[in-house]
């Protein structure tokens, strides 16, 4: 008989809720959806490994986006996530953990400008960003690029995408 081990994962309740409703649409378990989605995880990490030396194509990120508060008046009145005007002035600020990954995943791509050949930034809610790296590089840099930016604790998915550069 297969030992099976158990263990706990914490997510945010908006996750588990959108989980939850998917997977009682599939009428699978819980455990049994983990598990595939384990396997697909893991499956596309091992496709990626037998592309050649010398890819192309483009890693994308979702991130959560937490606005900074400069105006303190005015702290309050623009939760209907509208434009509101700031004072834009250079200056020393408080920054929470999506503002310091903000400034990590620039870092990281400032560090790999060698193999990245362009960004889009995409604004999709008020507190949600997309992010677009379209790169061309040795296979072993835009892994480490990947994982760089995976493990920024503000980044709820990536997706990696990339081809052999050489394929006619």
């Known amino acids: 008989m297969e030992e099976y081990k158990r263990f706990t994962v914490s997510l945010p309740q908006d996750l588990y809720d959108k ?8 009428g699978i378990s819980r455990s049994d959806a983990i598990r595939k989605a384990m396997h697909l995880f893991m499956i596309q990490e091992e496709n990626i490994s037998v592309v050649s030396e010398n890819v192309v194509g483009c890693i994308t990120i979702m991130m959560a986006h937490e606005h900074v508060t400069l105006n303190h008046e005015h702290s309050h009145e623009h939760l209907d996530d509208t434009h509101h005007d700031h004072d ?28 990245i050949i362009s960004t889009m930034h995409v604004h999709l809610e008020y507190k949600k960003c997309l992010e ?7 296979y072993k840099d835009v892994k480490k690029l990947k994982d760089s930016l995976q493990r920024l604790k ?3 998915s990536t997706g990696f995408f990339i081809i052999d550069k050489e394929i006619p």
């Open 88 to 115: 834009y002035s250079s200056r020393s600020i408080y920054a929470n953990v999506q503002q310091t990954d903000e400034i990590l995943k620039n870092d990281i791509q400032h560090h790999f400008h060698e193999i």
């Open 154 to 156: 503000s980044v709820f």
């Open 132 to 138: 677009i790296i379209a790169v061309s590089g040795p």
């Open 19 to 26: 989980f939850e409703e998917f997977r009682d649409k599939l």
